[in-house]
């Protein structure tokens, strides 16, 4: 299997790993925090406004694979507090327009730096049948 590395400047890895590896019919997209590339700093605001940084990071990624939100199969959110999953919920919908992607939403203990929301993400490859081998 052929791994290919991907980043993003727009996106920001906080420990020994990839912002994405493309196989060649998936992009595999590391979970993201809603870290402001910007600032280096977690996003202030709502569960909501986070959820978007979380997107915009991983929408970054997935743009230096040339792919968009549409390419989206699966998506893993990880929240530390159920009780925001409602504005989470719609914050996510408002990223993706139907069919939207197969998703899992996981409450945890903790997230790295301190976050409460981490989100990722895996893409088809466009033009890619899922069966190629």
Do not use: W
Request: charged share 20%.
């Amino acid at each position: 299997m052929t791994r290919l590395s991907l980043s993003s400047p727009d996106a920001t890895a906080v420990g020994p790993y990839s912002h994405a590896i493309d196989d060649g019919r998936y992009l595999f997209c590391s979970g993201q925090t809603p870290l402001d590339p910007a600032t280096g700093r977690l996003r202030e605001g709502t569960i909501g406004d986070r959820t978007h940084q979380c997107f915009d990071n991983l929408f970054a990624v997935l743009a230096a694979g040339g792919l968009g939100p549409e390419d989206v199969v699966k998506v893993n959110v990880f929240l530390t507090d159920m009780a925001t999953f409602q504005e989470m919920n719609q914050a996510y919908a408002s990223r993706f327009q139907e069919p939207f992607p197969a998703r899992t939403t996981i409450g945890v203990a903790s997230l790295p730096l301190g976050a409460d929301v981490e989100i990722e993400l895996i893409a088809l490859k466009r033009g890619v049948s899922p069966d190629a081998g």
